[in-house]
């Protein structure tokens, strides 16, 4: 428990990029006002410690729990509820207003057990707003059944640490762990994360969110989502998601994040996709690493990198690089033709599926298992040649076509090669 109360005392985060897209400004009634933030309890510039007491709150625009001007506040055992509504979903996505428990710019809350409830809409959990704005919770849950409401939510640089909470929400545009506008960080450690809403992932990452021993379920979206330039690291975690994809990567070009390279890494734990592609990525740049990762996508696609409803038409393709460390992958790899994959497989990892458009990289320790015809834009391949066949290629029978006018494909010397198990790489 040193860490916490070390980040409690101390941490100032500077501003980062980032946030994710909300639900239409008016979805809760009028046009975006000017923000109101307060709180049924408020702790203004001073210092408080409280337990076994309930905050509750049934007014619109007003937080359970505002600590703000540099405020210190400890809660242990404490009950929050509320059932306001937002007049503004852009002011509580951005900046925290109508939250169970806010904390603004160089403020700090500490929460020990308890509960925080909300259910009106746009009303988050707990939301830390602005650089220097701290909330730790260990123990205890989270829940947001409204529609936009996330659970643990930072904005404009503000900081959590998530420990062992059980989170919950219900609606559309819900995501459980979320960042949104000028981002954050967040660090969950364990925990059980549930959403249940439409377009209301496990995760979205508009900042940078890192997990460990955590388990997260989304019923109704994806597992989760990066957008812009900002980062999810997962370890030893297990992520469900139902609708859309795994994990998508993408920009939307709203204004919520800056920048077009999203970074996605997991180390143990495992990752699922009950619909689509495992990882998604749409008019951004995708840096993706596995290791040792349980990998499933139902769909049989792996990774699909391609032009979708973000961005310019013909500009908005997909670009993965996708490193696999000592890692079992299987489904298909895809790009369309304004996108591009490129995949590295190495540390005694495997690929079982079919290749199309994308580039493959193996070492001298790890192997591809071809289930369909595939075409390559370029293949490294360092296991050597036996005679007339490549090694660590096991063709089943299939074709494989290579680009004979890249530099990268010189040492195939435009041949066509035997594959281990029957089957053949040759130039298009």
């Not at 307060?38 to 905050?55: E, I, Q």
């Not at 139902?242 to 734990?269: H, N, P, T, W």
């Not at 749409?282 to 996508?297: E, M, P």
């Not at 997909?318 to 790009?335: C, F, R, W």
Request: net charge neutral; proline share 3%.
């Amino acid at each position: 428990m040193a860490w916490l109360f070390s980040l409690f005392l101390a941490i100032s985060v500077p501003a980062q990029d980032g946030p994710p897209g909300p639900p239409p400004d008016g979805m809760f009634g009028g046009a975006r006002a000017a923000a109101k933030l307060s709180g049924a309890f408020t702790v203004n510039g001073t210092a408080r410690t409280v337990a076994d007491k309930t905050f509750s709150s049934d007014a619109n625009d007003v937080s359970g729990v505002y600590v703000c001007n540099g405020g210190n506040l400890i809660l242990s055992n404490v009950t929050v509820t509320t059932t306001g509504n937002t007049s503004s979903q852009d002011n509580s996505s951005f900046l925290g207003q109508n939250a169970g428990v806010l904390v603004t710019k160089n403020s700090r809350v500490a929460i020990f057990g308890g509960s925080i409830n909300t259910t009106g809409g746009g009303a988050n959990g707990l939301f830390a707003y602005g650089p220097g704005a701290f909330a730790a919770m260990t123990g205890g849950s989270i829940t947001a059944t409204g529609a936009g409401g996330h659970g643990p939510m930072a904005s404009g640089g503000g900081t959590l640490a998530i420990t062992n909470v059980i989170i919950t929400t219900s609606r559309i545009h819900g995501g459980a762990v979320a960042t949104d506008r000028g981002g954050g960080t967040i660090w969950v450690s364990g925990g059980t994360i549930t959403t249940h809403g439409q377009d209301s992932p496990g995760i979205y990452s508009t900042g940078n969110i890192i997990a460990e021993n955590a388990t997260f379920t989304a019923t109704g979206s994806e597992g989760a989502v990066i957008e812009g330039r900002n980062s999810i690291a997962l370890k030893n975690c297990a992520m469900a998601g139902a609708l859309k994809c795994g994990v998508m990567i993408y920009q939307s070009f709203s204004g919520d994040a800056e920048g077009r390279e999203g970074a996605f890494s997991m180390a143990g734990g495992s990752l699922s996709a009950a619909q689509g592609p495992l990882f998604f990525v749409n008019n951004t740049r995708g840096i993706i690493h596995l290791q040792n990762v349980k990998l499933s996508a139902a769909s049989g696609v792996l990774v699909s990198a391609a032009a979708a409803r973000w961005g310019r038409s013909g500009s908005n393709g997909g670009h993965v690089e996708l490193t696999a460390e000592n890692q079992t992958l299987t489904g298909d790899i895809n790009a369309d033709k304004i996108s591009s994959v490129t995949a590295a497989l190495t540390n005694h990892s495997a690929l079982t599926g079919a290749v199309q458009n994308a580039a493959l990289a193996l070492d001298g320790t790890s192997e591809w298992n071809v289930t369909a015809d595939s075409t390559l834009t370029s293949l490294a391949d360092a296991s050597g040649i036996s005679g007339d066949t490549l090694n660590n290629i096991r063709g089943n029978g299939h074709s494989v076509r290579y680009k004979t006018n890249l530099p990268a494909n010189r040492w195939l010397g435009g041949k066509t090669w035997n594959l281990v198990g029957g089957g053949m790489l040759a130039p298009e």
